[in-house]
């Protein structure tokens, strides 16, 4: 075994050096994460795009007929759990969105429902529904 003078091989070295970055860039994504992504959905405010604001005022603006449809149908979809992944992945966030439905639908912020709260995805499904119906949501909605 041919041994450095620090005890180790330069390539164990290297090994270690890549082992601790990687590390370090875990910390730094994790700490960054969208606001709600690691509280298990308690956040009712959306992250990602530093929308909050404007999700937060849409939301406040709709009406309480469209609130209660939103919690009603998040509740029957999901438990309102805006983290919620169903289908095996195929159905995300509060309103079990596809990925086809979150991207098209009107008033979205795009990327995935999950990095939002449940206020954003309700401001998205109202909108959804104002505009298709409520056809997203066959058994719920």
């Given at each position: 075994m041919n041994l450095s003078v620090g005890g180790m091989a330069p390539k164990l070295k290297l090994i270690l050096v890549l082992v601790a970055?990687?590390?370090?860039?875990?910390?730094?994504l994790v700490s960054s994460a969208p606001a709600g992504a690691e509280s298990g959905g308690t956040s009712t405010t959306s992250g990602g795009s530093g929308d909050g604001g404007?999700?937060?005022?849409?939301?406040?603006?709709?009406?309480?007929?469209?609130k209660r449809w939103a919690r009603r149908t998040a509740e029957c979809e999901s438990g309102k759990n805006p983290d919620a992944i169903g289908g095996g992945?195929?159905?995300?966030?509060?309103?079990?969105?596809?990925?086809?439905?979150w991207h098209n639908a009107p008033k979205t912020p795009g990327g995935?429902?999950?990095?939002?709260?449940?206020?954003?995805?309700?401001?998205?499904?109202?909108a959804l529904k104002?505009?298709?119906?409520?056809?997203a949501w066959p058994n719920c909605g």
């Open positions: 970055a990687a590390a370090a860039l875990t910390v730094t404007k999700y937060q005022h849409m939301w406040r603006r709709a009406s309480r007929h469209n992945g195929k159905y995300r966030g509060a309103f079990q969105f596809t990925r086809s439905t995935d429902p999950i990095d939002y709260g449940f206020r954003t995805q309700g401001v998205v499904a109202i104002r505009h298709e119906g409520t056809s």
